[in-house]
Each structure stands twice: as C-alpha cells, then as structure tokens.
C-alpha cells in the first residue's frame, strides 16, 4: 500500500518520475517484492492481521463494507484475489465459508501466506502468477478483486482488466482498490508538507527508482480517475460505484504518506465497484 513512499532509493540512485521501457519495471516489479516480502509484512502485520479484509490504510474492512457482495451470497460462488500478497483478505473469506483462491507475482509473499495457513489453521488455495495472464479458464469465478495489488504496479494495466473480464462470469463482479489519483499531485509525505500541490496531477509519469547501475528497482504508475474508467469500460466493465473512504478519528496511524492530518482533507484510497457486462 504505497503510492511511491514505501520504498527507500539506494543513496546513490535515482528516484524521481520519469518514463522507462516498460520490461525494466516488470523485471524489477517481481524482484522488489520477493526481496521485501519479509520486511513489508513484518512493518504492517498488526495493522494487515493474519486474516482479515482490510481495502486501505484508512482501515475500512470488508466485513463493514460488503463491496464483494453480502457474504451469505458469495458462498454459492467462487471468488479469486489477485495481487493478493500475503493473502490475508482471502484467508478472511475462507473464514466466512467462502471459496477464495489468492494469486500473486511474488513467490516470497505466497511462501509467506502459506505460513498464515499453518498459524491459523485457515488454508488459501494460492497460484503464482502474472495478473496479465491469468492461469484459468474463462468463466471461472464470480467475484475477482485486489486490495492495493497489480494495477499500479504495471505500465499495461489494461491487460490486467481484460484478464480479469475473461476469467470472470457475464455479470461477476471486479473490484480493486489503489491510492487515490489525486494524490499523485501532493508530496508523498505525511505531514503538512504533503498538503501542498506540487505536481500535475495530468502528469502520468511512474514514480520509479534505480540502484546506482542505473536499473529500475521500484516502480509505480500514476492514472487519473478517468484513466481508470476508460480501461475498465473499453475492458467491458460498468463501474457500479467509487468509493472513497474517509479517514475515521479513531485510526491514528501513520503509513508511508498517509496519516490523520492528510486523511482529514484529502482522499488516500479509491475503491472501484465494477461489474462485467453480458
């Protein structure tokens, strides 16, 4: 969950916007997150849980918000995770009685969530896999989602929501979550700092980061609302709803460049609600 703070550049590398050919950040997409995998989970395993459904550092959580659909109906089908991390919000679902599988890039964070089936005893059928080329037949799942996973991560996001129409059932419901567009135009910091304008929010350039060598290590790519509409209408969704979670009083932390002086005016989290048309 980061919208370019998380990582921290080499001191002798580059971290900035710019534009890359679009193989070095999926190279190095992979590599980042099997490398960090460890670190990533242990900074934010209190905040994540072991299985539990959180949409965003908001803490807005499916059990309360029911984007997927009410859980008694969700048992009837089957529903896959991509990006899906450690897989903690399908581990949640499993818990509900629900048939979710989980798949991500990294096989250091599935490693991980097979570890969360033993501590909990819940298990999560898990795939290794791109997200641009999903492993299944089409039509296999009635529900597909991602909490903060794939589509910021890729410079093809297109691709992600046209696998992601063919895997799912005429009518099955898409739904992710990523940072809010506009926050791409303030500071990535957490203080007032990052209460002031200081980009285009126009400019679509990845935030990315390079080791001293030159090669692309980090990246994450910036689209506007109606960017994010376009791929999902041109990709045969109707966008049913746009959710956008306010910061609630009770949550007084602060992850990477959000925190409860920026959630007090500015949105952190966009929540697409999305169905495949017939």
Same mark, same amino acid.
Do not use: K
């Given at each position: 969950?980061?919208?370019?703070?998380?990582?921290?550049?080499?001191?002798?590398?580059?971290?900035?916007?710019?534009?890359?050919?679009?193989?070095?950040?999926?190279?190095?997409?992979?590599?980042?997150?099997?490398?960090?995998?460890?670190?990533?989970?242990?900074?934010?395993?209190?905040?994540?849980?072991?299985?539990?459904?959180?949409?965003?550092?908001?803490?807005?959580?499916?059990?309360?918000?029911?984007?997927?659909?009410?859980?008694?109906?969700?048992?009837?089908?089957?529903?896959?995770?991509?990006?899906?991390?450690?897989?903690?919000?399908?581990?949640?679902?499993?818990?509900?009685?629900?048939?979710?599988?989980?798949?991500?890039?990294?096989?250091?964070?599935? $490693?991980?969530?097979? &570890?969360?089936?033993?501590?909990?005893?819940? *298990?999560?059928? /898990?795939?290794?896999?791109?997200?641009? %080329? =999903?492993?299944?037949?089409?039509?296999?799942?009635?529900?597909?989602?991602?909490?903060?996973?794939?589509?910021?991560?890729?410079?093809?996001?297109?691709?992600?929501?046209?696998?992601?129409?063919?895997?799912?059932?005429?009518?099955?419901?898409?739904?992710?979550?990523?940072?809010?567009?506009?926050?791409?135009?303030?500071?990535?910091?957490?203080?007032?700092?990052?209460?002031?304008?200081?980009?285009?929010?126009?400019?679509?350039?990845?935030?990315?980061?390079?080791?001293?060598?030159?090669?692309?290590?980090? $990246?994450?790519?910036? &689209?506007?609302?109606?960017?994010?509409?376009? *791929?999902?209408? /041109?990709?045969?969704?109707?966008?049913? %709803? =746009?959710?956008?979670?306010?910061?609630?009083?009770?949550?007084?932390?602060?992850?990477?460049?959000?925190?409860?002086?920026?959630?007090?005016?500015?949105?952190?989290?966009?929540?697409?609600?999305?169905?495949?048309?017939?």
């Amino acid at each position: 969950m980061t919208p370019h703070g998380e990582p921290s550049a080499p001191p002798s590398g580059f971290h900035g916007y710019r534009q890359v050919p679009a193989e070095q950040t999926d190279a190095a997409g992979r590599r980042w997150w099997d490398e960090n995998a460890q670190d990533y989970l242990a900074d934010h395993a209190e905040f994540l849980g072991d299985a539990d459904f959180c949409w965003g550092p908001e803490g807005l959580r499916e059990s309360s918000a029911h984007l997927l659909g009410p859980v008694d109906t969700l048992t009837d089908g089957e529903v896959l995770e991509i990006g899906s991390g450690a897989a903690q919000c399908s581990r949640w679902l499993r818990s509900q009685g629900v048939r979710a599988t989980a798949s991500d890039i990294s096989g250091a964070m599935l $490693a991980h969530s097979a &570890r969360l089936d033993q501590r909990t005893g819940i *298990d999560v059928p /898990t795939v290794r896999a791109d997200a641009r %080329d =999903l492993p299944f037949v089409a039509g296999s799942f009635d529900v597909v989602f991602s909490s903060y996973g794939v589509i910021p991560f890729v410079a093809d996001a297109a691709r992600v929501h046209g696998e992601v129409a063919r895997v799912l059932r005429p009518g099955g419901r898409w739904v992710f979550s990523l940072t809010h567009p506009i926050r791409w135009a303030f500071p990535d910091v957490p203080g007032p700092a990052g209460l002031t304008v200081s980009r285009s929010y126009f400019d679509r350039a990845p935030y990315i980061e390079t080791d001293a060598a030159g090669a692309v290590t980090y $990246a994450e790519y910036h &689209r506007t609302l109606g960017d994010h509409i376009h *791929d999902l209408t /041109t990709a045969g969704f109707a966008l049913d %709803d =746009l959710v956008e979670p306010s910061w609630p009083e009770s949550n007084a932390s602060t992850w990477g460049g959000w925190s409860p002086l920026r959630g007090a005016v500015l949105p952190g989290t966009a929540i697409f609600v999305a169905h495949r048309r017939d």
